[in-house]
Protein backbone atom coordinates (compact mmCIF):
# COMPACT_ATOMS: atom_id res chain seq x y z
CA UNK A 1 0.00 0.00 0.00
CA UNK A 2 1.11 3.75 -0.41
CA UNK A 3 2.09 5.81 2.38
CA UNK A 4 -0.50 8.41 3.70
CA UNK A 5 2.01 10.86 2.28
CA UNK A 6 1.74 9.90 -1.38
CA UNK A 7 -1.00 12.51 -2.41
CA UNK A 8 1.26 15.19 -1.39
CA UNK A 9 4.45 13.53 -3.43
CA UNK A 10 2.51 13.48 -6.10
CA UNK A 11 1.22 16.84 -6.21
CA UNK A 12 4.91 17.87 -5.68
CA UNK A 13 5.97 15.88 -8.90
CA UNK A 14 5.96 19.44 -10.92
CA UNK A 15 8.31 20.87 -8.50
CA UNK A 16 10.50 18.06 -8.01
CA UNK A 17 10.86 18.32 -12.10
CA UNK A 18 11.46 22.01 -12.07
CA UNK A 19 14.09 21.89 -9.53
CA UNK A 20 16.06 19.07 -11.51
CA UNK A 21 15.34 20.74 -14.79
CA UNK A 22 19.17 21.68 -15.11
CA UNK A 23 20.27 17.81 -15.75
CA UNK A 24 17.77 17.40 -18.29
CA UNK A 25 18.49 20.30 -19.48
CA UNK A 26 22.29 18.46 -19.88
CA UNK A 27 20.89 15.12 -20.78
CA UNK A 28 19.18 16.97 -23.63
CA UNK A 29 22.01 19.33 -25.12
CA UNK A 30 24.73 16.51 -24.79
CA UNK A 31 22.29 13.79 -26.95
CA UNK A 32 21.85 16.96 -29.47
CA UNK A 33 25.25 17.58 -29.83
CA UNK A 34 26.24 14.22 -30.54
CA UNK A 35 23.11 12.61 -32.50
CA UNK A 36 23.12 9.16 -34.11
CA UNK A 37 21.19 7.32 -36.59
CA UNK A 38 18.66 4.76 -36.24
CA UNK A 39 20.55 1.42 -35.22
CA UNK A 40 23.37 3.18 -34.29
CA UNK A 41 22.71 5.29 -31.36
CA UNK A 42 25.59 3.71 -29.23
CA UNK A 43 26.67 6.43 -27.45
CA UNK A 44 23.07 7.68 -26.40
CA UNK A 45 21.99 4.66 -25.05
CA UNK A 46 25.27 4.27 -23.19
CA UNK A 47 24.41 7.89 -21.66
CA UNK A 48 21.02 6.75 -20.93
CA UNK A 49 22.19 3.51 -19.25
CA UNK A 50 25.10 5.05 -16.93
CA UNK A 51 22.53 7.62 -15.67
CA UNK A 52 19.62 5.29 -15.06
CA UNK A 53 22.16 2.71 -13.15
CA UNK A 54 23.63 5.73 -11.45
CA UNK A 55 19.66 6.10 -9.79
CA UNK A 56 19.36 2.44 -9.06
CA UNK A 57 17.64 0.96 -12.04
CA UNK A 58 18.12 -2.62 -12.62
CA UNK A 59 18.94 -2.02 -16.49
CA UNK A 60 19.50 -4.22 -19.44
CA UNK A 61 21.19 -3.36 -22.83
CA UNK A 62 21.53 -4.79 -26.35
CA UNK A 63 18.07 -4.95 -26.62
CA UNK A 64 16.99 -4.32 -30.16
CA UNK A 65 20.63 -3.85 -30.85
CA UNK A 66 21.00 -0.35 -28.78
CA UNK A 67 17.68 0.18 -27.23
CA UNK A 68 17.62 -0.63 -23.57
CA UNK A 69 14.72 -1.01 -20.74
CA UNK A 70 15.17 0.08 -16.78
CA UNK A 71 12.96 -1.93 -14.26
CA UNK A 72 12.87 -0.58 -10.48
CA UNK A 73 9.87 -2.64 -8.36
CA UNK A 74 8.37 -5.89 -9.03
CA UNK A 75 4.81 -6.99 -9.84
CA UNK A 76 2.50 -4.81 -11.54
CA UNK A 77 3.97 -3.20 -14.55
CA UNK A 78 3.82 0.39 -16.65
CA UNK A 79 5.87 1.23 -19.05
CA UNK A 80 7.24 4.55 -20.02
CA UNK A 81 9.21 5.18 -23.56
CA UNK A 82 11.51 7.19 -25.37
CA UNK A 83 13.17 6.88 -28.46
CA UNK A 84 16.97 7.45 -29.66
CA UNK A 85 17.52 8.19 -32.54
CA UNK A 86 18.56 11.23 -35.02
CA UNK A 87 17.35 12.17 -38.64
CA UNK A 88 20.07 12.25 -41.62
CA UNK A 89 19.85 16.37 -41.60
CA UNK A 90 22.32 18.94 -41.59
CA UNK A 91 21.52 21.06 -38.56
CA UNK A 92 20.78 25.12 -39.16
CA UNK A 93 21.39 26.48 -35.76
CA UNK A 94 24.58 28.33 -34.37
CA UNK A 95 23.44 27.11 -30.36
CA UNK A 96 26.61 25.94 -28.50
CA UNK A 97 24.79 22.41 -28.47
CA UNK A 98 24.15 22.17 -32.07
CA UNK A 99 24.71 19.27 -34.23
CA UNK A 100 28.65 18.05 -34.43
CA UNK A 101 27.92 14.43 -35.88
CA UNK A 102 27.86 16.22 -39.63
CA UNK A 103 24.48 15.18 -41.43
CA UNK A 104 22.79 14.31 -38.40
CA UNK A 105 20.37 15.86 -36.14
CA UNK A 106 17.74 15.73 -33.97
CA UNK A 107 15.46 17.25 -36.33
CA UNK A 108 12.33 15.20 -34.25
CA UNK A 109 12.73 15.91 -30.44
CA UNK A 110 14.29 12.65 -29.66
CA UNK A 111 16.62 14.13 -27.63
CA UNK A 112 14.15 16.13 -25.87
CA UNK A 113 11.57 12.72 -25.06
CA UNK A 114 14.95 11.03 -23.31
CA UNK A 115 15.74 13.52 -21.27
CA UNK A 116 11.82 13.96 -19.92
CA UNK A 117 11.92 10.30 -19.62
CA UNK A 118 15.92 9.84 -17.55
CA UNK A 119 13.78 12.84 -15.31
CA UNK A 120 10.89 10.99 -14.96
CA UNK A 121 12.98 7.64 -14.09
CA UNK A 122 14.87 10.16 -11.23
CA UNK A 123 11.11 11.46 -9.80
CA UNK A 124 10.08 7.51 -9.83
CA UNK A 125 13.43 6.54 -7.85
CA UNK A 126 12.79 9.38 -5.81
CA UNK A 127 9.44 7.73 -4.34
CA UNK A 128 10.65 4.33 -4.62
CA UNK A 129 13.52 5.44 -2.38
CA UNK A 130 11.15 7.97 -0.08
CA UNK A 131 8.52 5.10 0.26
CA UNK A 132 6.15 7.19 -1.82
CA UNK A 133 5.68 4.48 -4.21
CA UNK A 134 2.51 1.92 -4.76
CA UNK A 135 3.60 -1.35 -5.06
CA UNK A 136 4.62 -2.85 -9.04
CA UNK A 137 7.43 -2.12 -11.24
CA UNK A 138 8.39 0.70 -13.25
CA UNK A 139 10.01 0.06 -16.41
CA UNK A 140 11.73 2.58 -18.99
CA UNK A 141 12.19 1.42 -22.55
CA UNK A 142 14.72 3.46 -24.71
CA UNK A 143 14.25 2.24 -28.15
CA UNK A 144 16.51 2.83 -31.35
CA UNK A 145 14.93 3.72 -34.95
CA UNK A 146 11.37 4.65 -34.51
CA UNK A 147 12.35 6.89 -37.39
CA UNK A 148 13.19 3.89 -40.30
CA UNK A 149 13.22 -0.28 -40.49
CA UNK A 150 15.92 -2.25 -40.87
CA UNK A 151 16.48 -4.47 -43.97
CA UNK A 152 13.80 -7.04 -42.69
CA UNK A 153 10.92 -3.79 -42.53
CA UNK A 154 11.06 -3.70 -39.11
CA UNK A 155 11.38 -0.87 -36.48
CA UNK A 156 12.68 -0.80 -33.15
CA UNK A 157 9.46 -1.12 -31.67
CA UNK A 158 8.55 -4.56 -33.78
CA UNK A 159 12.23 -5.70 -32.61
CA UNK A 160 12.06 -4.54 -28.62
CA UNK A 161 8.38 -6.35 -28.71
CA UNK A 162 9.84 -9.83 -30.47
CA UNK A 163 12.74 -9.40 -27.67
CA UNK A 164 10.57 -9.43 -24.90
CA UNK A 165 10.84 -5.85 -23.57
CA UNK A 166 6.71 -5.84 -22.71
CA UNK A 167 7.13 -9.11 -20.78
CA UNK A 168 4.64 -8.81 -17.90
CA UNK A 169 3.77 -4.64 -19.03
CA UNK A 170 -0.10 -3.94 -18.50
CA UNK A 171 0.28 -0.35 -20.46
CA UNK A 172 2.53 1.69 -21.96
CA UNK A 173 3.03 5.34 -22.01
CA UNK A 174 4.91 7.75 -24.15
CA UNK A 175 5.02 11.84 -25.04
CA UNK A 176 6.21 13.66 -28.38
CA UNK A 177 7.30 17.08 -27.77
CA UNK A 178 5.01 19.39 -30.20
CA UNK A 179 6.61 22.79 -31.09
CA UNK A 180 2.91 24.17 -32.63
CA UNK A 181 1.66 23.83 -28.54
CA UNK A 182 2.90 26.15 -26.04
CA UNK A 183 4.70 25.10 -22.92
CA UNK A 184 3.39 24.37 -20.03
CA UNK A 185 0.07 22.97 -22.28
CA UNK A 186 -0.67 19.01 -23.69
CA UNK A 187 -2.70 17.65 -26.10
CA UNK A 188 -4.18 14.15 -25.88
CA UNK A 189 -7.14 12.14 -27.14
CA UNK A 190 -8.24 8.53 -26.70
CA UNK A 191 -8.85 6.28 -29.80
CA UNK A 192 -7.08 6.70 -33.20
CA UNK A 193 -4.83 9.75 -32.62
CA UNK A 194 -1.80 9.11 -35.37
CA UNK A 195 -1.62 7.32 -38.81
CA UNK A 196 -0.21 3.94 -40.00
CA UNK A 197 2.52 4.78 -41.77
CA UNK A 198 3.32 2.54 -45.74
CA UNK A 199 5.93 2.96 -47.21
CA UNK A 200 6.40 1.89 -51.44
CA UNK A 201 9.29 1.64 -53.71
CA UNK A 202 7.66 1.26 -57.41
CA UNK A 203 9.68 0.53 -60.66
CA UNK A 204 8.45 0.92 -63.55
CA UNK A 205 10.72 -0.82 -66.87
CA UNK A 206 10.19 0.11 -70.79
CA UNK A 207 12.89 -0.02 -73.38
CA UNK A 208 15.88 2.51 -74.41
CA UNK A 209 16.12 3.61 -77.21
CA UNK A 210 17.82 6.99 -79.00
CA UNK A 211 15.66 10.04 -78.48
CA UNK A 212 15.64 10.57 -82.00
CA UNK A 213 13.85 7.35 -82.39
CA UNK A 214 11.15 6.99 -79.71
CA UNK A 215 9.07 4.34 -81.68
CA UNK A 216 11.51 1.89 -81.53
CA UNK A 217 11.85 2.03 -77.22
CA UNK A 218 9.40 2.23 -74.69
CA UNK A 219 9.60 4.89 -73.01
CA UNK A 220 9.67 4.74 -69.10
CA UNK A 221 9.39 8.12 -68.09
CA UNK A 222 5.85 8.13 -70.29
CA UNK A 223 4.79 5.20 -68.34
CA UNK A 224 5.56 7.07 -65.06
CA UNK A 225 3.79 9.93 -65.39
CA UNK A 226 0.71 7.90 -66.64
CA UNK A 227 1.56 5.82 -63.29
CA UNK A 228 1.94 9.01 -61.50
CA UNK A 229 -1.59 10.13 -62.46
CA UNK A 230 -3.22 7.26 -61.66
CA UNK A 231 -1.27 7.04 -58.18
CA UNK A 232 -3.07 10.23 -57.03
CA UNK A 233 -6.72 9.82 -58.19
CA UNK A 234 -6.24 6.82 -55.38
CA UNK A 235 -7.39 8.60 -52.47
CA UNK A 236 -10.38 10.93 -54.47
CA UNK A 237 -11.71 8.61 -56.64
CA UNK A 238 -10.82 4.85 -55.55
CA UNK A 239 -11.66 5.24 -51.88
CA UNK A 240 -14.30 6.63 -49.40
CA UNK A 241 -14.30 10.38 -48.65
CA UNK A 242 -15.01 9.77 -45.12
CA UNK A 243 -12.16 7.72 -44.66
CA UNK A 244 -9.14 10.07 -44.01
CA UNK A 245 -6.14 8.72 -45.75
CA UNK A 246 -2.82 10.75 -47.68
CA UNK A 247 -0.56 9.29 -50.36
CA UNK A 248 1.80 10.97 -51.69
CA UNK A 249 5.15 10.45 -54.20
CA UNK A 250 7.96 11.80 -52.49
CA UNK A 251 10.61 11.25 -54.93
CA UNK A 252 10.98 10.16 -58.63
CA UNK A 253 14.12 9.49 -60.83
CA UNK A 254 14.85 7.68 -64.41
CA UNK A 255 18.31 5.50 -64.74
CA UNK A 256 19.69 7.76 -67.54
CA UNK A 257 19.56 11.74 -67.48
CA UNK A 258 20.86 12.11 -71.08
CA UNK A 259 18.59 14.14 -73.42
CA UNK A 260 18.99 12.04 -76.21
CA UNK A 261 18.43 8.91 -74.30
CA UNK A 262 14.57 7.34 -74.08
CA UNK A 263 15.04 6.31 -70.17
CA UNK A 264 14.45 2.38 -69.70
CA UNK A 265 13.71 2.10 -65.95
CA UNK A 266 12.11 5.42 -63.61
CA UNK A 267 11.88 4.58 -60.00
CA UNK A 268 8.85 6.36 -57.31
CA UNK A 269 9.25 6.31 -53.88
CA UNK A 270 5.59 7.45 -51.55
CA UNK A 271 4.19 6.76 -48.54
CA UNK A 272 0.39 6.10 -47.63
CA UNK A 273 -1.24 7.29 -43.87
CA UNK A 274 -4.06 6.21 -42.77
CA UNK A 275 -5.97 5.45 -39.57
CA UNK A 276 -8.40 2.22 -40.51
CA UNK A 277 -6.11 -0.76 -40.70
CA UNK A 278 -8.29 -2.22 -43.35
CA UNK A 279 -7.12 0.12 -45.82
CA UNK A 280 -3.46 -0.98 -46.02
CA UNK A 281 -4.48 -3.63 -48.32
CA UNK A 282 -6.96 -1.74 -49.98
CA UNK A 283 -4.56 0.91 -50.49
CA UNK A 284 -1.84 -2.15 -51.84
CA UNK A 285 -4.76 -2.89 -54.68
CA UNK A 286 -5.23 0.25 -55.99
CA UNK A 287 -1.82 0.83 -56.62
CA UNK A 288 -1.03 -2.33 -58.01
CA UNK A 289 -4.06 -1.36 -60.19
CA UNK A 290 -2.20 2.26 -61.02
CA UNK A 291 0.79 0.76 -61.72
CA UNK A 292 -0.65 -1.97 -64.41
CA UNK A 293 -1.14 0.94 -66.80
CA UNK A 294 2.97 0.47 -67.41
CA UNK A 295 2.18 -3.03 -68.28
CA UNK A 296 -0.83 -2.20 -70.49
CA UNK A 297 1.12 0.42 -72.57
CA UNK A 298 3.68 -2.04 -73.06
CA UNK A 299 6.03 -1.37 -69.99
CA UNK A 300 6.45 -3.77 -66.41
CA UNK A 301 6.35 -2.68 -63.28
CA UNK A 302 7.21 -3.86 -59.45
CA UNK A 303 5.72 -2.86 -56.64
CA UNK A 304 7.29 -3.25 -52.96
CA UNK A 305 4.78 -1.86 -49.95
CA UNK A 306 5.95 -2.07 -46.51
CA UNK A 307 3.63 -1.21 -43.49
CA UNK A 308 5.98 0.52 -41.80
CA UNK A 309 3.48 0.98 -38.79
CA UNK A 310 0.21 0.43 -37.75
CA UNK A 311 -1.72 3.32 -36.40
CA UNK A 312 -1.51 4.57 -32.73
CA UNK A 313 -4.98 4.10 -30.92
CA UNK A 314 -4.98 5.22 -27.32
CA UNK A 315 -6.64 3.39 -24.95
CA UNK A 316 -9.38 4.76 -23.09
CA UNK A 317 -9.27 4.13 -19.65
CA UNK A 318 -4.90 4.88 -19.59
CA UNK A 319 -5.50 7.93 -21.83
CA UNK A 320 -8.17 9.36 -18.80
CA UNK A 321 -5.90 8.72 -16.21
CA UNK A 322 -2.80 10.35 -17.87
CA UNK A 323 -5.27 13.42 -18.68
CA UNK A 324 -6.48 13.72 -14.85
CA UNK A 325 -2.73 13.49 -14.20
CA UNK A 326 -1.75 16.40 -16.25
CA UNK A 327 -4.82 18.07 -15.20
CA UNK A 328 -3.89 17.81 -11.91
CA UNK A 329 -0.39 19.26 -12.44
CA UNK A 330 -1.29 21.93 -15.18
CA UNK A 331 -4.77 22.60 -14.65
CA UNK A 332 -7.63 22.12 -16.90
CA UNK A 333 -6.88 24.84 -19.05
CA UNK A 334 -3.62 23.56 -20.26
CA UNK A 335 -4.93 19.83 -21.33
CA UNK A 336 -6.19 20.39 -24.71
CA UNK A 337 -8.43 17.87 -26.80
CA UNK A 338 -6.15 16.16 -29.24
CA UNK A 339 -6.60 16.42 -32.98
CA UNK A 340 -6.11 13.32 -35.69
CA UNK A 341 -2.55 13.40 -36.89
CA UNK A 342 -1.45 12.13 -40.26
CA UNK A 343 1.96 11.87 -38.76
CA UNK A 344 3.14 8.84 -37.57
CA UNK A 345 5.31 7.01 -34.50
CA UNK A 346 5.98 3.56 -34.08
CA UNK A 347 4.35 3.54 -30.88
CA UNK A 348 1.51 1.82 -32.82
CA UNK A 349 3.11 -1.15 -32.22
CA UNK A 350 2.88 -0.85 -28.98
CA UNK A 351 -0.45 0.37 -28.76
CA UNK A 352 -1.38 -2.65 -30.78
CA UNK A 353 0.12 -4.82 -28.03
CA UNK A 354 -1.25 -3.76 -24.68
CA UNK A 355 -2.82 -0.30 -23.64
CA UNK A 356 -0.99 2.60 -24.81
CA UNK A 357 -1.51 6.32 -24.44
CA UNK A 358 0.79 9.19 -26.82
CA UNK A 359 0.15 12.49 -25.95
CA UNK A 360 2.06 16.13 -27.31
CA UNK A 361 3.74 18.15 -24.75
CA UNK A 362 3.91 21.42 -25.89
CA UNK A 363 7.15 23.02 -26.31
CA UNK A 364 6.59 26.16 -28.27
CA UNK A 365 9.80 28.43 -28.21
CA UNK A 366 7.37 32.05 -28.49
CA UNK A 367 7.74 34.25 -31.31
CA UNK A 368 9.78 31.74 -33.21
CA UNK A 369 7.68 28.49 -33.68
CA UNK A 370 10.20 25.78 -35.34
CA UNK A 371 8.84 22.81 -37.51
CA UNK A 372 9.54 18.86 -37.23
CA UNK A 373 11.93 17.64 -39.38
CA UNK A 374 13.65 20.56 -40.75
CA UNK A 375 17.28 22.10 -40.23
CA UNK A 376 16.25 24.68 -37.70
CA UNK A 377 14.05 22.80 -35.45
CA UNK A 378 14.65 23.55 -31.71
CA UNK A 379 12.05 23.70 -28.55
CA UNK A 380 11.76 25.73 -25.31
CA UNK A 381 13.60 23.52 -22.73
CA UNK A 382 10.96 24.65 -20.13
CA UNK A 383 8.62 22.19 -21.66
CA UNK A 384 11.32 18.92 -19.65
CA UNK A 385 10.31 19.29 -16.30
CA UNK A 386 6.44 19.32 -17.51
CA UNK A 387 6.74 16.24 -19.60
CA UNK A 388 9.06 14.46 -17.00
CA UNK A 389 6.58 15.30 -14.47
CA UNK A 390 3.39 13.77 -16.16
CA UNK A 391 4.98 10.61 -17.25
CA UNK A 392 6.21 9.87 -13.54
CA UNK A 393 2.87 11.20 -11.96
CA UNK A 394 1.43 8.77 -14.63
CA UNK A 395 3.00 5.54 -14.19
CA UNK A 396 2.50 5.72 -10.62
CA UNK A 397 -1.16 6.77 -10.56
CA UNK A 398 -1.27 3.56 -13.05
CA UNK A 399 0.54 1.51 -10.08
CA UNK A 400 -2.05 2.99 -7.55
CA UNK A 401 -5.09 2.23 -9.52
CA UNK A 402 -3.95 -1.29 -10.29
Known amino acids: MMKAAETSFKQQLLE ?17 SYPELS ?48 LPIVENSTTQYSSRNEGVMH ?12 GAAALVAKAFKSGDAPNGRV ?49 IKDGQFLAACDSFDIKIK ?32 RKSALDPAVMSLGGIRSGTYRNNIIAEEVELTGTSRYFDSALHEHLLDELHRACSIATTLGGSY ?43 DDFGFFSAHLPGCYFFLGAEIAGDRRKLHTPSFDIDENALPIGAAILASSALTFLEHH
Open 302 to 344: SLNYVQDNPPVINDPGLTESVRQCAISLLGAEKVLPGQLQMGA
Open 39 to 86: FFEVETSQLVAESLTKMGFDVKTGIARTGLIADMGSGRTIVLRADLDA
Open 107 to 118: ACGHDAHVACAL
Open 206 to 237: GSQSHGAYPQEGIDAIVLAAQVVQAVQSIISR
Open 139 to 187: RFLFQPAEETVNAEGKSGAAMMIAEKALENAEGIIALHVFPDIPVGQIS
Open 16 to 32: YARAAKPSMVEWRRAIH
